[in-house]
């Protein structure tokens, strides 16, 4: 079974507001990361925050890292239609082994 | 510049047949990746190599051989298939240590029927 959950499992937003996901895990990590899947195709790497950090930005996005009870949240800033896809958070259970979330599906309404 | 390129794109098996699918990369990565995806889940993993010449089992091993080829290539085998491994099957590669961000193919989707 999958080590990470994620929720919502469905999000439906306006176009221009933001769009919030939640990840926990049961591991210690090193790193966790957030990727975006959409439909039907390969997922894309979006970004990675260590443990030794609190928070990240990168453009519209910002995550949040709480490694003492073990969760990260993924914010997405005046969303657009082509955020609609789906969202996972990955992290390593083992030096190798990189495990996802079950995923968030984020519909982006114009 | 190819990325991770994975074969057939569509399959549709009987059930007890055999297959194996195809994923080669030329980023020079040394881990390798092959996931699966049911409808409306996440992924799990099936088998990885972490690199040459190494692989292990992931979450869902049963059913599934793999082998690394080379650097470059990482198979993966379905010897009998049976209707449960109707999914998307997705290879993935990274160069754990230098980058941590794991690269895709843009899937396989089979079928056993």
């Known amino acids: 079974s999958q080590q990470g959950e994620e929720d919502p499992q469905a999000l439906s937003i306006q176009e221009g507001e933001n769009a919030t996901m939640n990840c926990s895990y049961k591991?210690?990590?090193?790193?966790l990361q957030w990727y975006r899947q959409n439909s039907g195709r390969g997922l894309v790497h979006l970004i990675l925050?260590?443990?030794?950090?609190r928070e990240k930005h990168s453009g519209r996005l910002r995550v949040t890292l709480d490694t003492s009870k073990k969760s990260s949240s993924l914010l997405i800033t005046a969303s657009r239609a082509a955020d609609t896809a789906s969202y996972f958070c990955?992290?390593?259970?083992?030096?190798?082994?990189?495990?996802f979330g079950a995923g968030t599906t984020v519909t982006v309404r114009a | 510049n190819a990325g991770v390129t994975q074969t057939p794109k569509f399959q549709v098996l009987k059930t007890g047949q055999s297959m194996t699918l195809q994923c080669a990369q030329d980023?020079?990565?040394?881990?390798m990746y092959w996931y699966r995806q049911d409808p409306g889940m996440g992924l799990r993993l099936i088998y990885y190599?972490?690199?040459?010449?190494?692989?292990d089992k992931g979450e869902v091993p049963n059913g599934y051989n793999v082998s690394r080829l080379n650097k470059r290539e990482f198979s993966l085998r379905l010897e009998s298939a049976a209707p449960s491994q109707t999914s998307v099957y997705f290879c993935?590669?990274?160069?754990?240590?230098?980058?941590?961000?794991?690269?895709f193919g843009s899937g396989t989707q089979l079928s056993v029927l």
């Open positions: 990955a992290y390593y259970s083992n030096d190798y082994k990189l495990s």
């Open positions: 591991t210690s990590i090193n790193n």
């Open positions: 925050i260590r443990s030794n950090e």
């Open positions: 980023m020079n990565h040394n881990s």
């Open positions: 190599s972490a690199s040459e010449g190494t692989t």
């Open positions: 993935a590669s990274i160069n754990r240590g230098a980058d941590e961000k794991l690269f």
